[in-house]
């Protein structure tokens, strides 16, 4: 059974087919990792609460944690406004970075300088 043909017709897909899906932990709003999804992917995690994914090295689908036992139960998806970005809320078990970090974001954080905060706006 395809995806829904009205979350499809709102889908804007790169020119390989895929949409980013950023994932979060739905509780905390932690932002675990950012892999890509096509249509199949999108319609077997709606449909099986699995997050389910395609992976552009290996051109193959993957269900997080089916080798890892790092699963990834689906609480939420939400597509952006412009409808070329999807947010995944998920119940995250274990890391969900293949290198065991807790998040892709945890290792190789960059140097911000910082500078002052902007003056408000007149209205």
């Keep these: 059974m395809p995806l829904d043909a009205e979350i499809a017709a709102r889908l804007k897909r790169d020119d390989d087919g895929l949409v980013p899906a950023i994932v979060q932990q ?3 709003g932690e932002v675990l990792m950012l892999a890509w999804m096509d ?5 077997r995690t709606l449909t099986t609460g699995r997050a389910t994914y395609w992976s ?3 051109q193959e689908y993957w269900v997080k944690g089916d080798t890892s036992g790092h699963v990834q139960y689906v609480r939420e998806v939400a597509l952006d406004c412009d409808g070329d970005t999807l947010l995944v809320r998920v119940e995250q078990v274990g890391a ?3 290198t065991g970090d807790r998040t892709c ?3 190789d954080r ?3 300088v ?10």
Excluded: K, M, Y
């Design 56 to 58: 552009r090295s290996r």
């Design 26 to 28: 739905h509780d905390t």
């Design 39 to 43: 249509d199949e992917a999108l319609h």
């Design 110 to 112: 960059l140097r911000v």
């Design 96 to 98: 969900a970075c293949h």
């Design 105 to 107: 974001f945890d290792a």
């Design 114 to 123: 910082q500078g002052a905060a902007p003056e408000p706006a007149e209205r």
